[in-house]
């Protein structure tokens, strides 16, 4: 089996099995089951990372497959106790994903649209994002294959040698470590298949499933599907996150987004007794909302700011509904007064918090915040006008150049924007407008204003316009959604034979993906993923990477030892020694705190020859090998001066012995410091 095919096969495998395997054993229907299905492996892979870590056994990409099939195989052993109601399951369970597979053909086929076009604007597995953030997650995956370590209290330290247990959230990093293991494939096409597998097996599914959530029961299946395809046309997200940063763990846990609504749903409707579940918490759905909470948390715990700038409306909604519902009771009018003081007092605590940790995370009494939040993603180069028309016409910018704005989504700007007008006019979905409203507010802020009320607002995103613009795609495809229910609704109302109305279904299902992927949204995002993962030939122009040192990179493991450390300017793409070349960088990323030996040797290697204290450490590091190339990401960027010492080194006669070359790329031994008494 081609090598590709191997690891989309190992991916895909990862991303969905064990899930499943838990999901099925618990007896839920189709849908719901494949949409959870993401998640819980999710929180089982990152999880069992920390656990594996704590007990000192090195991760293995078969950990969280094992630990589902005892969990099914537990849950399934559970079920038999009570067979009859087991039997009537069974029974109902069959009839159910009978009638649910056409859907399940539809979001099929959505999911694999989607990650057809995510991997046609890549240009091939193999290819890296060359941006600055994907140099250091390639190589984290490197660092869990190598030190067996796939716990998020410990990754950091690839960057921060030393610190102990600062946190850094490894479920991204740890299930491309297990494609790689399961697959053999390297760790770009592993990082490549993480990426198609989550946006498309956890992403799709997981909307289409929230959709037939809030759809009435009767239109589930329409809502789901038109959900789904909907999906493959609204490139703000997954596609503008793999243009930009490229974000990978803010992207899988935002992939996590629609299943965490979904269970907040479920929350409000028992809160509100619209569900025939009597009890408050079942085993089923308490080990969903674990699950989620854990995924959410080891692959961007941030993330779960972006799920309540969503669900807060819903939950005031909620909180509001009930109190009015209890208030009728007179005996109980004092406890809802002592009740909504608590709250009260709670919100201005928590507020007061807020506002300290604000003072003394920003040091305002040294720095005023209007000295923070100044960097090139954090800054406003528009007004708000402007960024509110892109927003609502689903038009962001250019993560390349963000003062260019993509093309709109005219198509389904248009469905979310009658949908706002029919989720206004209906009291249950009001809070899906409103949730809508504040996303955008929050990409206005961030996108237009660069006001220390915009900073304050925005800063949990790091006042990253690109981290927040995926939240107006989802609601806005929730509302486009909204819009094809109600029109088709009313027209199946009007639909009196089956035939006709499977007809109506087929139609509606048609016209949703025309209007979906007209346009030239697609076009336009799928260009700016290219340029990003575009792999130069001999001249970098800017990029991290060309064709030559790929190659040269490639062959490390035939010269350098296993055990030796590559040495080299990060910004001249050596870095990725470690994540294509199968050898340990000493400084696997454009930035963090090094330790002595490799300072030393970062600003001193052109010393070697009269300072013994160089030689001292490269000998204590088995920092031997340089890998060198004249083009740096951006072009000369003042950061790399940090690492003169050895570009210096690289053109000092008598230090380095040349190993091997591709074009300008090139391979040296530091043999100055092989000498009996070098160090």
């Known amino acids: 089996m081609p090598s590709d095919a191997l690891a989309l096969l190992g991916g895909f495998g990862l991303t969905l099995l064990p899930g499943l395997a838990i999901t099925t054993a618990l007896r839920m229907r189709m849908l719901p089951a494949l949409a959870f299905a993401g998640p819980i492996s999710i929180g089982l892979t990152s999880t069992l990372g920390v656990v594996a870590a704590a007990l000192g056994i090195p991760f293995a990409w078969w950990h969280a497959p094992l630990t589902a099939a005892v969990a099914a195989v537990t849950c399934a052993t559970a079920r038999r106790a009570r067979r009859r109601r087991d039997e009537r399951l069974r029974r109902h369970g069959r009839g159910v994903w009978r009638r649910d597979l056409p859907l399940l053909a539809v979001v099929v086929v959505a999911a694999v649209a989607g990650a057809g076009i995510g991997a046609a604007a890549m240009g091939g597995l193999d290819r890296i994002s060359q941006t600055y953030d994907g140099l250091f997650h390639l190589n984290a995956a490197a660092w869990i294959l190598d030190t067996g370590d796939a716990s998020s209290f410990h990754l950091y330290q690839i960057t921060h040698p030393g610190d102990g247990n600062e946190f850094y959230p490894a479920a991204w990093h740890a299930l491309v470590a297990g494609i790689v293991q399961l697959s053999g494939c390297g760790i770009p096409t592993a990082t490549n298949v993480a990426w198609i597998a989550t946006s498309s097996a956890i992403w799709t599914p997981g909307v289409a499933a929230l959709a037939a959530q809030l759809a009435p029961a009767a239109r589930g299946r329409l809502a789901a599907a038109a959900a789904a395809v909907l999906s493959v046309g609204a490139t703000g997200f997954p596609l503008l996150l793999l243009a930009w940063g490229t974000l990978y763990p803010t992207g899988l846990a935002y992939t996590l987004l629609p299943t965490g609504l979904i269970l907040t749903v479920r929350l409000c409707r028992w809160v509100l007794g619209r569900t025939r579940h009597r009890l408050p918490v079942r085993i089923s759905s308490l080990m969903l909302a674990v699950s989620w909470l854990l995924g959410a948390a080891f692959a961007h715990p941030r993330s779960m700011f972006s799920l309540l700038v969503i669900a807060v409306p819903l939950l005031v909604v909620t909180a509001a509904t009930a109190v009015s519902r209890l208030w009728t009771h007179r005996g109980l009018r004092r406890r809802i007064v002592i009740m909504l003081g608590s709250v009260a007092a709670l919100v201005v605590g928590v507020g007061t918090v807020g506002v300290i940790y604000v003072y003394r995370a920003f040091n305002v009494a040294a720095r005023p915040i209007s000295d923070h939040l100044n960097g090139g993603p954090a800054t406003a180069r528009q007004g708000p006008l402007p960024a509110l028309l892109q927003g609502v016409g689903l038009a962001p910018l250019d993560p390349r150049v963000d003062t260019v704005v993509l093309a709109p989504a005219i198509g389904i700007a248009a469905l979310a924007a009658v949908g706002a007008v029919f989720a206004a006019r209906r009291r249950g979905q009001r809070w899906l407008l409103a949730a809508w409203l ?175 204290e160089v030689c001292a450490a490269v000998n204590r590091l088995d920092a031997h090998w340089v890998v060198h190339d004249p083009e740096l990401l951006w072009g000369q960027p003042a950061e790399a001066q940090f690492w003169a010492g050895i570009d210096r080194a690289v053109a000092t006669p008598g230090l380095l012995t040349e190993v091997d070359a591709e074009g300008s790329s090139r391979l040296y031994r530091v043999s100055i410091c092989d000498a009996p008494n070098a160090g």
């Open 438 to 612: 504040v996303s955008l507010l929050l990409w206005v802020l961030a996108s237009g204003s660069n006001s220390d009320l915009a900073k304050v607002l925005t800063g949990v995103w790091y006042k990253d316009k690109f981290r927040l613009f995926p939240l107006i795609a989802l609601t806005a495809l929730l509302l486009a959604t909204l819009t094809i229910t109600v029109f088709a609704d009313a027209v199946l109302r009007r639909t009196r034979t089956p035939e006709r109305r499977r007809t109506v279904l087929v139609a509606v299902v048609v016209a949703t993906a025309v209007i979906a992927t007209a346009g030239a949204q697609l076009p336009s995002t799928s260009s700016s993923v290219a340029a990003v993962f575009r792999l130069p030939n001999s001249t970098k122009s800017g990029a991290l990477l060309d064709r030559d040192e790929y190659r040269l990179l490639a062959r490390l493991d035939r010269t350098v030892p296993a055990g030796d450390i590559v040495v080299g300017d990060p910004w001249d793409g050596s870095a990725l020694s470690w994540a294509i070349g199968s050898r340990r960088s000493l400084f696997p990323h454009l930035a963090g705190v090094w330790s002595p030996d490799a300072v030393t040797i970062a600003q001193r290697l052109d010393q070697a020859a009269v300072d013994p």
